[in-house]
């Protein structure tokens, strides 16, 4: 694994798919006509500020919790990694993402948000290959347990 996919995985191509996207929902926007999701600026405003808050405290619990010198290094399965692999990448998808499409308030905006994930799902493939080369014993097993951008809820109860 090299100095920068150590550093960044995913994270620069991922976030110009999402640009790029975002660009497409902006010109789109005015040709489809696709009604607002609510009329209240209120209403806007304070979910997209609860989704930065959100997206802000699930990136500072994961930087804490793996920080820059130990990506790629060592296996950190504890903190909000304990729950999901991509805690960082989660906070852009399903916090702040989402936030902003209300803010925006079209629903071309939501479909941005929801067409996000799968391109998050197959955009971070090649990091979760490094991952499984750098820690064969470890990663198998730790992948079965977490999800990778929501914590995995367990199909049966004991």
Not at 36 to 64: G, N, P, Q, Y
Not at 136 to 145: F, G, L, N, S, V
């Amino acid at each position: 694994m090299n100095t920068y996919d150590r550093l960044f995985g995913s994270g620069p191509r991922g976030i110009g798919f999402s640009l790029a996207l975002f660009a497409l929902a902006w010109r789109l926007e005015s040709s489809l006509g696709w009604p607002t999701i609510v009329d209240s600026d209120v209403v806007r405003w304070t979910v997209f500020t609860a989704s930065i808050m959100a997206a802000a405290a699930l990136a500072a619990w994961a930087f804490k919790s793996l920080p820059t010198a130990s990506r790629g290094v060592i296996l950190v399965t504890s903190g909000p990694y304990k729950y999901m692999r991509h805690p960082l990448y989660a906070a852009l998808l399903s916090s702040f993402n989402w936030g902003l499409s209300v803010l925006l308030n079209n629903w071309i905006y939501l479909a941005w948000a929801v067409a996000l994930h799968g391109v998050w799902h197959w955009n971070i493939q090649s990091e979760e290959k490094q991952m499984n080369q750098a820690f064969p014993a470890e990663y198998p097993d730790y992948c079965r347990t977490t999800g990778r951008f929501f914590p995995r809820i367990p199909l049966s109860v004991p």
